[in-house]
């Protein structure tokens, strides 16, 4: 059983930057790790995930913008967002133990992005 909590949301301002952080409570080494978001009166929606191997995928929303990253060593992922705009405020979800094209069991409880100005 992995725990997963999240950090580092907050407020920017359009054009912003934020990077958000998953730490894991055990290792993530052999798990695909992904973030999601869910926006007020949406679905949840997948952002980017991370590959065992290091393979990234992004959604079209967020490519060349976002960027995933891990660090197994500290059992952390992390999300550095640039460029934001309004349209990404949502609570942030991290994600372990999915594959391509579906998440896994391991959820952690959220981190608010709020991008206004």
């Known amino acids: 059983q992995v725990q997963l909590v999240e950090s580092g949301g907050g407020l920017v301002q359009p054009g912003g930057s934020l990077r958000l952080s998953c730490a894991a409570s055990g290792s993530t080494a052999s798990i695909y790790m992904a973030w999601y978001r869910q926006a007020p009166g949406k679905q949840r929606e997948w952002v980017a995930r991370?590959?065992?191997?290091?393979?990234?995928h992004y959604s079209n929303s967020v490519k060349g913008r976002f960027t995933i990253s891990r660090d197994d060593a500290k059992n952390t992922v992390y999300l550095q967002m640039n460029s934001l705009k309004a349209e990404d405020t949502a609570v942030y979800y991290c994600?372990?133990?999915?594959?391509?094209?579906?998440?896994?069991?391991?959820w952690g409880h959220g981190t608010q992005v709020t991008v206004s100005s």
């Open positions: 994600n372990g133990g999915g594959g391509l094209g579906y998440p896994g069991t391991y």
């Open positions: 991370i590959t065992t191997g290091g393979t990234t």
